[in-house]
């Protein structure tokens, strides 16, 4: 690791100076001070945001504001998001451990890097890591990679849990920077790996996310179904999220996120819109995975998740729509 | 550089922080505090050797910068009961045989501390049912609820029947919204 | 130095001493006397122990395969805050060394022999100024010229003979497998495996003039220090080794590993004491590995179900020039008939860390592959998996014709099957739906040798009429500290608080070790020798003979006669050092521990995810020391049965060489939430041919066979049959049925 001077912002005024003047934000830490040890992170001046207040969940018309600085465990833990969006509370509780959703923040989950191995490694190539050092894992051992959204330059997945959630609960980021205040919905927050893999989201220089609205809760039924090697405390091989309503035995409303299947938290309006007024049957949900499935690309060691993919969305809308009817 | 006096609780004591911005909670406790109950397995975040309890709450030391801690109240191991005076935690370890070679054990024992404090406040996991409603006991809650806690020696059985023995004497009616 | 004669174990001693004496406190489930340290947090481990003015090392690993290393730009690195020194010294060693090697492995880190072997030490005053400094170090390599491959599976791979074991060979395999009523005939694969021990290894290393003293994670310090002066080229004499508790070992630890040359040599040349931990990385890139194994097995067997032939053939690999190949035949050639048999091993030589000891060599896979293989024969036969295990448990061993000691094996599948509900089981796959989850069950035999090392302990009867029992021998979680008293209170009719037990100093009389489920017959019975020749004192003073001589609570009893041992002490410590060493009764007699495993699993219908609902293990492993402890070790062994049927794989890039997974992130062991409800029977049993005790090894049993029962139940839930270890969702889904399809 190497040294860094570290500073405590106690507003976010404050946080945004220190990131205009090249900071590195630090809340919890979990990714960052791992990433730190093995060198894969070298910042050179790191601002604390902990202290800048931004630690609130509060109601924001009929939806929800959580502050960035919001502890995972605690969003989890909030009785307004347990009752009205359970999916969110699920996706995190599928996350990580009790010890890292303890430490670990809203924002600083959206910002996880991926766990690819070759990342992890500084004696491989990786673009994300090093621009323009190749990609080792195309052609190596790449069991938890994505295929979808995939470039030449980089295969690798966003790791986590929660951002899946926000992304079929249609979750907007908000964030304050150098051009003022925006508001990213979260589908646009992720960016894919293109010829730039070293970029994994679009928040400019000295940009700060405040927090994550949640629009009004839909009332469906949420089912998130995390599919793992270990049966806890291991990254997701594919997750699906879902957010649906049935009326009169058919599919009313389906919202579809998707975790560690492609390089970003994953949705395919298309997928939806083949589900949306049909009856529940085995055979939609194979023609939904067909749509999701269609420009899949594996590359080796992953091609297992392509059928995974479509064993998952078929368990997940069976457990959704059984649900649904009762 | 003068040495910062900056301060955190740890164990009822305030204790200056260390000078390397770059140590960790972890190795500022095992180095600087000779609080060595507190274990480095990995110093990743990947097993819970380290877990401490902080401001009530139980975290991987080794993933925390310990000048981020400033002001925080810090319980680790040591002040959980001695070897002479035992917590029920501990009895409950030993008497089960709830760890071999004992060192993922302190971190297993703070981890279950704050975990009973989780259950008690009501908060739901990845395998309870229903994860708005306040969760039933059963021992597959506390499996996952204990999984930030690798055990290499295997003895995972002996330390959920030691928990679940100590949950279930401090188990008391009406505890519900503490 | 020999041995005296008397130290050899030739003849069993059937006295059964242990079951004659009077306190009570043999075999019974105390909690461990160290335990209140361990759960305060107050043990101390290998890296804990303040030392002033004590630097910090960081090792530093090569990113080639093989090649030699042409320069270190230490210049850059001296000159960083706080770095005192860069070590490549010709003595640092490459490779980790073999269990009971007593010498020192491959040295001089400028030659490397597989990517990650530690080329370096970097050494400063705070950790963070030594890892900044290691992680800034440039090395420069030129590459091999002569590269072996990187891939076991390589047609370039050299193919050697293991130097330590022969091929078993009688009648003829090829005619009995193609005039067999039934024949089975497949080829398994199983990854390589991590020790993974929770306590990184680490050494601290202080010289005093010439004598070393090194703090450190040990399993067998006799060897250690032989090890340790070999690299130095110092005497053992001057080397002193101190582990009273280490966090975990699993063969990892059996020999010296890198850290703690390097650290012996910096601290010698700072002139200061040096203290080098391992990173979890580090561990994983350059301390022992299991082999990955390719297993053929070919089960022949007539209209009744008797096996009239069985192959069993494995390729495993390691470094060339390495003695140890994985022994994976270890427990084929004992367990089962078949008069036709070719049993054989093979090793190919590639660039990887060095393959050695990790839990129950040899079995740990061996038997999950046998007993899977046994599986289908049932399974193609029509007949009860149990039946078909006890029809075939030979009488002699075959082709070498020596009895067996003791096997409790048929005892363990009934009574296990009993408990567990083996009645339930489906004869055919894909009966049983819960939800989403198909639900099996499985059943495998559990088989390890039974194995004795030479061992020392010492034993003090004090005048106060407490005794001291010591040896270096060392407890690494199984209990060492717990069953070496008991013997001792047994022995010497003593309740446990009068007896304390000292461990893990090498400057004390040379036990076992702990490895090879070993440490407590070898060990144990050493302290229970040293206690009979007190007990010939005391009963001289009493003026009695030593078997009428009745010891319990602290009192000594002839007849009406009565007396205090401190009393009959005489006022004087009694001191007396135990020996044995394996003499004719491990030719005379095959000697295993036996068991049954039995595992219920649900694989997901939709996701093909394996979670294990419970298991049951019943074993039989002669005398049981301490019902709670060896309970203990028999759970750990069916964690990691857990983890090497569903989660565990070292995964090497062979473009490169390197391990991709070398952490706890993507290495998988199991969780909490992977273990279910497990079930321990220990059996009753006394096996006189394997130690005075009449106790067999039992710390790796519990893992010997119990993967098979878990892929055995996959398949009996599924109707998947997995060759390939782990069995990953990935491996399984291609073969699963229509999920929404009514269960069969």
Redesign the interface.
């Known amino acids: ?6 500073d ?1 912002a106690d507003s976010p005024d404050a946080a945004l100076a220190a990131l205009d003047a090249g900071a590195t934000a ?1 809340a ?3 990714n960052l ?2 990433l730190m ?1 093995l ?1 894969l992170a070298t910042p050179e001046k ?1 601002v ?1 945001i ?1 202290r800048t207040g931004l630690d609130e969940i509060s109601a924001d018309g009929d939806g929800l504001m959580i502050g960035a600085l919001v ?1 995972n ?1 605690d969003c ?2 909030h009785r307004r998001v ?2 009205g969006w ?1 999916l969110l ?2 996706a995190i ?2 996350g ?5 959703r ?2 670990a923040t809203t924002g600083g989950n959206l910002c996880q890097r991926t ?1 690819c ?2 990342f ?2 500084s ?2 190539a990786c673009n994300k890591r090093e621009p323009g050092s190749g990609c ?1 894992a195309r ?3 790449n ?2 990679h994505a295929v979808l959204g995939t470039s030449d330059q980089c295969i690798a997945t966003y790791p986590g849990d929660m951002a899946v959630a926000m992304l079929a609960l249609d979750a907007v980021v908000m964030t304050e920077g150098p051009y003022g205040p925006r508001r990213i919905p979260l589908a646009m927050f992720h960016r894919m790996p293109g010829d730039e893999p070293s970029r994994d989201n679009v928040l400019e220089a000295g940009e700060l996310i405040t927090a994550v609205r949640l629009p009004a809760p839909t009332g469906g039924v949420q089912v998130y179904r ?10 997701a ?1 594919v997750s699906v999220a879902v957010d649906l309503a049935m009326e009169e035995g058919r599919i009313a409303r389906c919202a579809l996120a998707f975790g560690s299947l492609g390089t970003v938290p994953w949705r395919d309006r298309a997928v939806e819109n083949v589900l949306i007024g049909e009856k529940p049957t ?1 055979a939609l949900f194979a023609q939904a995975a067909e749509v999701l499935l269609k420009d899949a690309q594996g590359f080796g060691e992953n091609d ?1 998740k392509i ?2 993919a479509a ?2 969305l ?2 997940t809308l ?2 959704a729509t059984q649900t649904g009817k009762a | 550089m003068a040495a910062t006096t900056l301060t955190a609780r740890v164990n009822g004591a305030d204790r200056p922080l260390p000078a390397d911005a770059r140590r960790t909670l972890l190795d500022w406790l095992r180095e600087d505090l000779g609080l060595t109950g507190t274990k480095k397995g990995c110093d990743h975040g990947q097993c819970g050797a380290c877990t401490v309890i902080v401001d009530g709450r139980r975290i991987n030391s080794c993933l925390s910068l310990a000048h981020l801690h400033e002001g925080d109240t810090i319980e680790t191991i040591e002040s959980i009961g001695t070897a002479d005076a035992l917590a029920p935690l501990q009895k409950a370890f030993v008497a089960h045989d709830g760890f071999q070679c004992g060192y993922c054990t302190p971190g297993q024992i703070c981890s279950a501390k704050a975990m009973m404090q989780e259950f008690a406040e009501g908060w739901a996991s990845a395998v309870s049912e229903d994860v708005a409603a306040r969760p039933e006991f059963s021992t597959d809650e506390l499996r996952e609820r204990m999984s930030g806690n690798l055990c290499r020696c295997g003895a995972y059985s002996n330390i959920i029947a030691a928990i679940e023995e100590v949950m279930a004497t401090q188990a008391q009616p009406g505890r519900a919204g503490a | 130095m020999a041995l005296p004669l008397a130290d050899l174990y030739n003849t069993p001693d059937e006295r059964n001493l242990l079951d004659t004496m009077k306190q009570g406190v043999i075999g019974k489930p105390l909690d461990r006397p160290e335990g209140p340290l361990k759960v305060s947090g107050t043990a101390t481990y290998s890296a804990e122990w303040k030392r002033s003015d004590c630097a910090e090392g960081f090792l530093v690993l090569a990113d080639i395969a093989q090649g030699t290393v042409k320069a270190i730009h230490a210049d850059k690195v001296l000159a960083m805050p706080g770095v005192v020194a860069v070590l490549s010294d010709e003595a640092m060693i490459r490779r980790s060394t073999q269990g009971t090697a007593g010498e020192a492995p491959a040295q001089d880190v400028h030659t490397v022999d597989y990517f990650g072997q530690p080329v370096a030490l970097v050494v400063a005053e705070t950790f963070e100024q030594a890892r900044e400094a290691a992680q800034a170090l440039e090395i420069e390599y030129d590459a091999a010229a002569e590269p072996v491959p990187l891939d076991p599976q390589s047609p370039d791979a050299k193919i050697e003979e293991p130097s330590d074991s022969k091929p078993v060979k009688g009648g003829d395999l090829d005619k009995a497998m193609r005039e067999a009523d039934y024949a089975i005939d497949v080829e398994y694969d199983t990854p390589g495996h991590a020790s993974a021990a929770m306590e990184p290894h680490a050494t601290i290393a202080e010289w005093d003039g010439d004598r070393l003293t090194l703090r450190g994670s040990y399993q067998m310090l006799a060897f250690n220090v032989k090890e340790m002066a070999d690299c130095l080229s110092i005497s053992p004499k001057h080397v002193r080794i101190l582990a009273p508790y280490v966090g975990g070992g699993f063969g990892s630890k059996l020999g010296i590993t890198h850290e703690a040359v390097a650290a012996a040599i910096a601290s010698k040349q700072l002139d200061r004491p040096v203290r080098v931990v391992m990173t979890r990385q580090q561990v994983f890139q350059t301390v022992m590995r299991r082999s990955e194994t390719r297993q053929r097995v070919r089960l022949a067997a007539d209209a009744a179900g008797k096996l009239v032939g069985l192959g069993h053939e494995a390729r495993v690999s390691n470094l060339p020039d390495e003695d140890f190949a994985e022994p994976v035949t270890q427990a084929t050639e004992f367990l089962y008939g078949g008069e036709n048999r070719l049993l054989k091993v093979e090793v190919a030589r590639i660039s990887r860390m060095t393959a050695g000891s990790v839990r129950a060599p040899g079995e740990a896979v061996g038997m999950q592959v046998l007993e899977a293989a046994m599986d289908e024969l049932a399974q193609k036969i029509g007949m009860d998996p149990i039946e078909l295990r006890k029809r075939n448990l030979p009488v002699k061993v075959p082709v070498e014709g020596t009895p067996y000691s003791s096997r409790k094996l048929v005892e363990a599948l009934e009574q296990g099957a009993e408990s567990f509900g083996w009645d339930k089981c489906k004869t055919e796959p894909c009966q049983t739906r819960n939800g989403d989850w198909w639900i099996g069950m499985g059943v495998a035999s559990a088989a390890r040798v039974n194995v004795m090392i030479p061992a020392k302990a010492r034993v003090t009867l004090k005048a106060d009429g407490t005794a001291l029992v010591e040896t270096d021998q060392t407890d690494i979680g199984t209990g060492s500290y717990a069953i070496l008293g008991q013997i001792a209170g047994e022995m010497l009719g003593l309740p446990m608080d009068k007896v304390d037990v000292v461990l893990g100093d090498s400057e004390l009389p040379p036990g076992a070790g702990s490895g090879g489920s070993f440490g407590a017959i070898s060990t144990g019975s050493a302290v229970m020798r040293a206690c009979e020749a007190i007990r010939d004192k005391l009963a001289k003073a009493m003026g009695c003979k030593a078997e009428e001589l009745e010891l319990q609570d602290g009192s000594a009893r002839h007849g009406d006669a009565r007396q205090s041992l401190g009393e009959l002490t005489g006022g004087k410590d009694i001191v007396e050092v135990g020996s044995i060493k394996p003499g004719k009764t491990f030719k005379d007699y095959s000697q295993a521990s036996y068991g049954a495993f039995f595992a219920e699993v649900g694989v997901h219908a939709f996701t093909g995810e394996v979670r294990v609902r419970r298991m049951t293990g019943a074993f039989g492993f002669g005398r049981v020391l301490n019902a709670k402890t060896a309970r203990s070790q028999c759970l750990g062994g069916m964690v990691w049965g857990i983890g090497s049927a569903l989660t565990e794989e070292l995964a090497f890039d062979v473009r490169d060489g390197h391990l991709v997974n070398h952490d706890l992130a993507e290495y998988h062991v199991p969780v909490h939430a992977d273990v279910p409800a497990l079930e321990v029977i220990l059996l009753e049993e006394r096996d006189a041919a394997a130690s005075p005790l009449q106790a067999k090894g039992v710390g790796e049993l519990g893992i010997c066979g119990a993967a098979g029962a878990v892929a055995n139940a996959v398949y009996n839930a599924c109707g998947v049959r997995v060759r390939s270890f782990p069995l990953t969702l990935d491996k399984i889904i291609p073969h699963l049925p229509d999920p929404f399809a009514s269960p069969a």
Do not use: C, W
């Open positions: 690791m190497k040294p860094f001077v570290l405590h630090i919890g830490g979990t001070v791992d040890k060198e790191l604390s902990r502890s465990a989890a833990a347990r009752e359970p509370a699920k509780l599928a990580a451990s009790p010890q890292l303890n430490r766990r191995g070759y992890y490694d004696t491989q080792a052609e190596g051992f069991r938890i995390k599919v793992r090697d270990r049966a806890s405390y291991a990254f091989l085995p297992f059928p995974l064993r998952a078929a368990a069976h457990e």
